[in-house]
T-cell receptor, first 115, second 119 residues
Framework: GENVEQHPSTLSVQEGDSAVIKCTYS??????FPWYKQELGKGPQLIID?????GEKKDQRIAVTLNKTAKHFSLHITETQPEDSAVYFCAASKSSGTSYGKLTFGQGTILTVHP | GAVVSQHPSRVICKSGTSVKIECRSL??????MFWYRQFPKQSLMLMAT?????????EQGVEKDKFLINHASLTLSTLTVTSAHPEDSSFYIC???????????????FGNGTRLTVT
Protein backbone atom coordinates (compact mmCIF):
# COMPACT_ATOMS: atom_id res chain seq x y z
CA GLY A 1 0.00 0.00 0.00
CA GLU A 2 0.82 3.67 0.01
CA ASN A 3 3.28 5.12 2.53
CA VAL A 4 3.66 8.86 3.08
CA GLU A 5 6.59 10.33 4.95
CA GLN A 6 6.43 13.94 6.18
CA HIS A 7 9.17 16.23 7.47
CA PRO A 8 9.83 18.07 9.65
CA SER A 9 7.71 16.94 12.59
CA THR A 10 7.94 20.40 14.16
CA LEU A 11 8.68 23.76 12.57
CA SER A 12 9.09 27.05 14.34
CA VAL A 13 9.31 30.31 12.40
CA GLN A 14 9.07 34.04 13.02
CA GLU A 15 6.06 35.92 11.75
CA GLY A 16 6.64 36.99 8.17
CA ASP A 17 9.08 34.19 7.38
CA SER A 18 8.34 31.34 4.99
CA ALA A 19 7.60 27.76 6.04
CA VAL A 20 8.23 24.67 3.95
CA ILE A 21 6.95 21.17 4.70
CA LYS A 22 7.99 18.21 2.58
CA CYS A 23 6.39 14.84 1.90
CA THR A 24 7.36 11.76 -0.05
CA TYR A 25 5.10 8.96 -1.20
CA SER A 26 5.73 5.42 -2.31
CA UNK A 27 2.90 4.45 -4.68
CA UNK A 28 3.51 5.76 -8.19
CA UNK A 29 -0.21 5.27 -8.93
CA UNK A 30 -1.16 8.02 -6.45
CA UNK A 31 -2.20 11.14 -8.32
CA UNK A 32 -4.02 13.34 -5.82
CA PHE A 33 -2.15 15.17 -3.07
CA PRO A 34 -4.07 17.35 -0.62
CA TRP A 35 -2.75 19.33 2.31
CA TYR A 36 -4.75 19.77 5.50
CA LYS A 37 -4.57 22.14 8.45
CA GLN A 38 -5.81 20.78 11.75
CA GLU A 39 -6.45 22.94 14.76
CA LEU A 40 -6.75 21.49 18.25
CA GLY A 41 -9.89 19.42 18.73
CA LYS A 42 -11.09 19.90 15.16
CA GLY A 43 -11.18 17.89 11.98
CA PRO A 44 -8.74 18.53 9.13
CA GLN A 45 -9.42 21.46 6.86
CA LEU A 46 -8.32 21.30 3.23
CA ILE A 47 -6.03 24.21 2.41
CA ILE A 48 -4.73 23.26 -1.03
CA ASP A 49 -4.44 20.22 -3.25
CA UNK A 50 -2.63 19.23 -6.41
CA UNK A 51 -3.12 16.54 -9.01
CA UNK A 52 -0.36 14.74 -10.82
CA UNK A 53 -0.90 16.51 -14.12
CA UNK A 54 0.23 19.76 -12.52
CA GLY A 55 3.67 20.65 -11.16
CA GLU A 56 2.75 23.65 -9.04
CA LYS A 57 -0.34 25.33 -7.67
CA LYS A 58 -0.66 28.56 -5.75
CA ASP A 59 -3.42 30.14 -3.68
CA GLN A 60 -2.45 33.49 -2.18
CA ARG A 61 0.22 32.77 0.47
CA ILE A 62 0.09 29.02 0.01
CA ALA A 63 1.69 26.99 -2.75
CA VAL A 64 2.27 23.33 -3.40
CA THR A 65 4.83 21.77 -5.71
CA LEU A 66 4.90 18.22 -6.99
CA ASN A 67 7.76 16.19 -8.45
CA LYS A 68 6.23 12.99 -9.78
CA THR A 69 9.53 11.51 -10.85
CA ALA A 70 10.99 11.81 -7.38
CA LYS A 71 7.64 11.12 -5.73
CA HIS A 72 7.70 14.12 -3.45
CA PHE A 73 5.58 17.19 -2.90
CA SER A 74 5.96 20.25 -0.73
CA LEU A 75 3.84 22.90 0.95
CA HIS A 76 5.11 26.48 0.96
CA ILE A 77 3.59 29.14 3.18
CA THR A 78 4.89 32.66 2.68
CA GLU A 79 4.50 35.66 4.98
CA THR A 80 3.49 33.44 7.85
CA GLN A 81 1.11 34.77 10.50
CA PRO A 82 0.45 33.55 14.07
CA GLU A 83 -2.92 32.21 12.95
CA ASP A 84 -1.08 29.82 10.62
CA SER A 85 0.05 27.93 13.75
CA ALA A 86 -1.52 24.47 13.60
CA VAL A 87 -0.74 20.88 12.64
CA TYR A 88 -0.36 20.35 8.91
CA PHE A 89 -0.84 17.00 7.21
CA CYS A 90 -0.02 15.95 3.70
CA ALA A 91 -1.87 13.06 2.13
CA ALA A 92 -1.89 10.97 -1.02
CA SER A 93 -4.63 9.16 -2.85
CA LYS A 94 -5.70 7.86 -6.21
CA SER A 95 -8.24 10.26 -7.71
CA SER A 96 -10.37 7.77 -9.53
CA GLY A 97 -12.25 4.56 -8.96
CA THR A 98 -13.11 3.12 -5.60
CA SER A 99 -9.83 4.27 -4.07
CA TYR A 100 -10.68 7.95 -4.36
CA GLY A 101 -11.07 9.50 -0.96
CA LYS A 102 -8.97 6.83 0.73
CA LEU A 103 -6.27 9.12 1.97
CA THR A 104 -2.93 8.02 3.35
CA PHE A 105 -1.70 10.76 5.66
CA GLY A 106 1.78 11.85 6.56
CA GLN A 107 2.79 12.02 10.20
CA GLY A 108 2.00 15.71 10.54
CA THR A 109 4.01 18.88 11.17
CA ILE A 110 3.40 21.14 14.13
CA LEU A 111 3.92 24.66 12.81
CA THR A 112 4.42 27.44 15.32
CA VAL A 113 4.60 31.04 14.10
CA HIS A 114 6.01 33.39 16.70
CA PRO A 115 4.79 37.01 16.66
CA GLY B 1 -20.23 25.66 1.59
CA ALA B 2 -20.48 21.92 1.99
CA VAL B 3 -20.51 20.77 5.61
CA VAL B 4 -20.06 17.41 7.26
CA SER B 5 -21.48 17.20 10.75
CA GLN B 6 -20.43 14.69 13.38
CA HIS B 7 -22.37 13.95 16.54
CA PRO B 8 -21.57 13.83 19.34
CA SER B 9 -18.44 15.97 19.47
CA ARG B 10 -17.45 14.38 22.77
CA VAL B 11 -18.59 11.24 24.54
CA ILE B 12 -17.52 9.46 27.69
CA CYS B 13 -18.65 5.91 28.25
CA LYS B 14 -17.93 3.06 30.59
CA SER B 15 -15.91 0.05 29.58
CA GLY B 16 -18.08 -2.64 28.03
CA THR B 17 -20.76 -0.32 26.68
CA SER B 18 -21.38 0.63 23.05
CA VAL B 19 -21.22 4.09 21.53
CA LYS B 20 -22.69 5.33 18.26
CA ILE B 21 -21.18 8.20 16.29
CA GLU B 22 -23.08 9.86 13.47
CA CYS B 23 -21.67 11.48 10.36
CA ARG B 24 -24.03 13.56 8.26
CA SER B 25 -23.53 15.43 5.03
CA LEU B 26 -25.68 18.52 5.49
CA UNK B 27 -26.04 19.96 2.03
CA UNK B 28 -24.86 17.31 -0.38
CA UNK B 29 -25.30 13.63 -1.05
CA UNK B 30 -22.40 11.37 -0.18
CA UNK B 31 -22.09 8.01 -1.87
CA UNK B 32 -19.00 7.22 0.13
CA MET B 33 -17.92 8.12 3.64
CA PHE B 34 -14.64 7.29 5.30
CA TRP B 35 -13.93 6.74 8.98
CA TYR B 36 -10.55 7.66 10.45
CA ARG B 37 -9.07 7.30 13.91
CA GLN B 38 -6.50 9.65 15.35
CA PHE B 39 -4.61 9.00 18.58
CA PRO B 40 -3.14 12.00 20.45
CA LYS B 41 -0.32 13.68 18.58
CA GLN B 42 -0.52 11.15 15.80
CA SER B 43 -1.76 11.10 12.25
CA LEU B 44 -5.13 10.00 10.92
CA MET B 45 -5.45 6.32 10.12
CA LEU B 46 -8.18 5.08 7.82
CA MET B 47 -10.41 2.52 9.49
CA ALA B 48 -13.05 1.78 6.90
CA THR B 49 -14.84 2.92 3.77
CA UNK B 50 -18.61 3.17 4.01
CA UNK B 51 -20.68 2.91 0.83
CA UNK B 52 -24.36 3.73 0.80
CA UNK B 53 -26.45 0.61 0.53
CA UNK B 54 -23.61 -1.89 0.82
CA UNK B 55 -21.27 -3.35 3.39
CA UNK B 56 -18.35 -1.30 4.62
CA UNK B 57 -14.81 -2.17 3.61
CA UNK B 58 -12.42 -2.35 6.54
CA GLU B 59 -8.70 -1.68 6.50
CA GLN B 60 -6.32 -4.39 7.60
CA GLY B 61 -6.20 -4.78 11.36
CA VAL B 62 -9.58 -3.12 12.02
CA GLU B 63 -12.11 -5.44 13.65
CA LYS B 64 -15.35 -5.21 11.73
CA ASP B 65 -17.34 -6.80 14.55
CA LYS B 66 -16.08 -4.18 16.97
CA PHE B 67 -16.50 -1.14 14.75
CA LEU B 68 -19.90 -1.48 13.13
CA ILE B 69 -20.56 0.84 10.22
CA ASN B 70 -23.93 1.55 8.68
CA HIS B 71 -24.53 3.82 5.69
CA ALA B 72 -28.27 3.66 5.31
CA SER B 73 -28.77 6.85 3.31
CA LEU B 74 -26.86 9.23 1.09
CA THR B 75 -26.49 11.69 3.96
CA LEU B 76 -25.82 9.53 7.01
CA SER B 77 -23.20 7.03 8.09
CA THR B 78 -22.84 5.72 11.64
CA LEU B 79 -19.93 4.14 13.45
CA THR B 80 -20.74 2.05 16.51
CA VAL B 81 -17.93 1.10 18.84
CA THR B 82 -19.14 -2.08 20.53
CA SER B 83 -17.98 -3.30 23.92
CA ALA B 84 -15.69 -0.29 24.22
CA HIS B 85 -12.44 -0.54 26.13
CA PRO B 86 -10.07 2.19 27.32
CA GLU B 87 -7.73 1.49 24.39
CA ASP B 88 -10.57 2.52 22.06
CA SER B 89 -10.33 6.05 23.42
CA SER B 90 -9.43 8.20 20.45
CA PHE B 91 -10.54 10.97 18.10
CA TYR B 92 -12.80 9.55 15.39
CA ILE B 93 -13.20 11.59 12.21
CA CYS B 94 -15.36 10.99 9.18
CA UNK B 95 -15.04 12.35 5.69
CA UNK B 96 -17.57 12.32 2.90
CA UNK B 97 -17.27 12.32 -0.86
CA UNK B 98 -19.93 14.28 -2.69
CA UNK B 99 -21.91 12.62 -5.44
CA UNK B 100 -21.01 14.36 -8.68
CA UNK B 101 -20.98 13.36 -12.28
CA UNK B 102 -17.24 12.77 -12.40
CA UNK B 103 -15.52 10.97 -9.56
CA UNK B 104 -12.30 12.87 -10.15
CA UNK B 105 -13.96 16.16 -9.33
CA UNK B 106 -15.88 14.96 -6.29
CA UNK B 107 -14.59 16.98 -3.35
CA UNK B 108 -13.84 15.47 0.05
CA UNK B 109 -15.16 17.06 3.23
CA PHE B 110 -14.18 16.23 6.82
CA GLY B 111 -16.27 16.38 9.95
CA ASN B 112 -15.02 17.99 13.14
CA GLY B 113 -14.43 14.68 14.86
CA THR B 114 -15.72 12.89 17.95
CA ARG B 115 -13.58 12.58 21.05
CA LEU B 116 -14.31 9.20 22.65
CA THR B 117 -13.13 8.51 26.18
CA VAL B 118 -13.72 5.06 27.65
CA THR B 119 -13.36 4.83 31.41
Amino acid sequence: GENVEQHPSTLSVQEGDSAVIKCTYSDSASNYFPWYKQELGKGPQLIIDIRSNVGEKKDQRIAVTLNKTAKHFSLHITETQPEDSAVYFCAASKSSGTSYGKLTFGQGTILTVHP
Amino acid sequence: GAVVSQHPSRVICKSGTSVKIECRSLDFQATTMFWYRQFPKQSLMLMATSNEGSKATYEQGVEKDKFLINHASLTLSTLTVTSAHPEDSSFYICSARALLVTVENSPLHFGNGTRLTVT
